[in-house]
């Protein structure tokens, strides 16, 4: 009967240690769920921040875009009037220099 109980009591024990083995890790595991929560929740509020900052982005390449746009127009525009005056002032020049 002694070795019967012995053997029982060893099996508890055993059955004892291997259960806190699992606990210990159940919370190690707990902590790194935790800590990749706290993470996530750190990087949600990040990409919420820079949401703004991304939506007015486009806003001012867009805008920009547009100026661009309108330079280059003007830009051409003024060199074709430019290019007009001078074609102009040549054919007055040759007008007089070739009028006796």
Same mark, same amino acid.
């Given at each position: ?34 800590? $990749?929560? *706290?993470?996530? !929740?750190?990087?949600?509020?990040? %990409?919420?921040?820079?949401?703004? =900052?991304?939506?007015? +982005?486009?806003? $001012?390449? *867009?805008?920009? !875009?547009?100026?661009?746009?309108? %330079?280059?127009?003007?830009?051409? =525009?003024?060199?074709? +009037? ?19």
């Amino acid at each position: 009967m002694k070795n019967l109980t012995r053997l029982i009591e060893a099996q508890d024990q055993r059955s004892s240690e291997s259960r806190r083995r699992v606990y210990d890790r159940l919370d190690e595991l707990g902590n790194v769920v935790d800590n $990749i929560e *706290d993470r996530l !929740k750190d990087s949600e509020q990040v %990409i919420k921040d820079i949401e703004p =900052l991304a939506r007015d +982005f486009g806003s $001012i390449r *867009d805008k920009s !875009k547009t100026v661009l746009a309108i %330079i280059i127009a003007g830009w051409t =525009l003024l060199g074709g +009037f430019l290019m007009w005056i001078g074609n102009s002032f040549l054919e007055w020049l040759i007008q007089r220099l070739s009028s006796p």
